[in-house]
């Protein structure tokens, strides 16, 4: 099984990279690749862009990419109770492709952290509600809020319930790949 893992932030010092990258390594028995926005750096979309000079090859590049994997593992912060713009271009820009639903009909983990005590709850209620539409099968959510006491570089998760519901979510969405 191929793990694609992303945060929808373009943040070098994502706290969201880092939930996702600690994700990943539940899935270590798996190929994992972790990819970062940065990495991806596309126009706000236009449609005259678009006429112009076609879908920019970053957003194609970043399709093939899900459409090479099995799971999506995906952690996104909350800017404004939505998704950060740079990860909304994203998703527009790949909904332009023909016939393309944007997670292409993969499985998803979906996840979210703040430092706030709500741990992107309204983004997650967005994505939860769309990404069906847009070809994602969301297996399961998870938020984790106030970041910075709730996670440890090294550790991991390291509040207790917080990580005990991570796990157990962890293991429901292998049981799909069993
Ligand atoms: C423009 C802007 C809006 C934000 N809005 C919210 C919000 O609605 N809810 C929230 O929990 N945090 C909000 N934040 C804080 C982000 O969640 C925080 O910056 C977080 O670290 C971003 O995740 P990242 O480090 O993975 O990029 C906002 C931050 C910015 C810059």
Same mark, same amino acid.
């Given at each position: 099984?191929?793990?694609?893992?992303?945060?929808? %932030?373009?943040?070098?010092? %994502?706290?969201n990279k880092k939930l996702v990258t600690f994700a990943s390594?539940?899935?270590?028995?798996?190929?994992?690749?972790?990819?970062?926005?940065?990495?991806?750096?596309?126009?706000?979309?236009?449609?005259?862009?678009?006429?112009?000079?076609?879908?920019?090859q970053s957003a194609k590049d970043f399709a093939a990419k899900?459409?090479? %994997?099995?799971?999506?593992?995906?952690?996104?912060?909350?800017?404004?109770?939505?998704?950060?713009?740079?990860?909304?271009?994203?998703?527009?820009?790949?909904?332009?492709?023909?016939?393309?639903?944007?997670?292409?009909?993969?499985?998803?983990?979906?996840?979210?952290?703040?430092?706030?005590?709500?741990?992107?709850?309204?983004?997650?209620?967005?994505?939860?509600?769309?990404?069906?539409?847009?070809?994602?099968?969301?297996?399961?959510?998870? %938020?984790?809020?106030?970041?910075?006491?709730?996670?440890?570089?090294?550790?991991?998760?390291?509040?207790?319930?917080?990580?005990?519901?991570?796990?157990?979510?962890?293991?429901?969405?292998?049981?799909?790949?069993?």
């Amino acid at each position: 099984m191929k793990i694609l893992a992303f945060a929808g %932030s373009n943040s070098t010092v %994502s706290i969201n990279k880092k939930l996702v990258t600690f994700a990943s390594t539940f899935f270590s028995e798996n190929e994992v690749e972790i990819l970062d926005l940065n990495d991806y750096e596309m126009p706000i979309y236009k449609r005259e862009i678009e006429l112009e000079a076609g879908i920019p090859q970053s957003a194609k590049d970043f399709a093939a990419k899900i459409d090479a %994997s099995d799971l999506i593992l995906l952690s996104t912060p909350e800017n404004n109770g939505n998704f950060p713009a740079v990860f909304k271009n994203l998703m527009d820009w790949m909904s332009r492709i023909k016939g393309r639903k944007i997670f292409g009909e993969k499985s998803m983990f979906l996840m979210a952290t703040s430092d706030g005590a709500r741990g992107g709850a309204s983004v997650l209620e967005i994505a939860q509600k769309r990404f069906p539409f847009d070809g994602a099968q969301v297996l399961e959510v998870f %938020s984790l809020p106030k970041f910075r006491e709730s996670f440890e570089e090294g550790k991991g998760i390291i509040d207790e319930e917080k990580k005990a519901e991570f796990e157990e979510k962890v293991a429901v969405v292998k049981t799909h790949f069993a």
